[in-house]
């Protein structure tokens, strides 16, 4: 029943800005941590950046410095706000959300959405 929704991706400019947004639907818990993937195609997933419940966070080397990952208190939601954006970008940005249940961790997937950088 739970449900992840990216929006804010579309096309923009190297050196612009986009903000990226994820929403929780049907949940009632905090996911212990929330995350930014990206995929380009015929090329492998990478996660982007992590956020975990104690507001602690990650980000890959490539956009350190660049881009900026935050949440809301219970998790429920995830920004990623991307700016200097370069034409490497480019890609399908996916949100996840990672849940314990009291025995296992249970990953769930947002539909994905298209970031274009052009040059």
């Known amino acids: 029943q739970v449900q992840l929704v990216e929006s804010g991706g579309g096309l923009e400019q190297a050196g612009g800005s986009l903000r990226l947004s994820c929403a929780a639907s049907?949940?009632?818990?905090?996911?212990?941590?929330m995350a930014w993937y990206r995929q380009a195609p015929g090329e492998q997933r990478e996660l982007v950046a992590l956020?975990?419940?104690?507001?602690?966070?990650n980000y890959a080397d490539s956009v350190k410095g660049r881009f900026t990952i935050s949440g809301d208190n219970a998790r429920n939601t995830v920004n990623l706000e991307m700016n200097s954006l370069k034409t490497e970008d480019t890609a399908v940005y996916y949100c996840m959300g990672s849940r314990w249940t009291g025995t296992r961790f249970l990953n769930y997937w947002g539909q994905g959405t298209q970031v274009t950088v052009s040059s």
């Open positions: 049907g949940s009632t818990f905090s996911f212990a941590s």
């Open positions: 956020i975990k419940s104690d507001g602690s966070t």
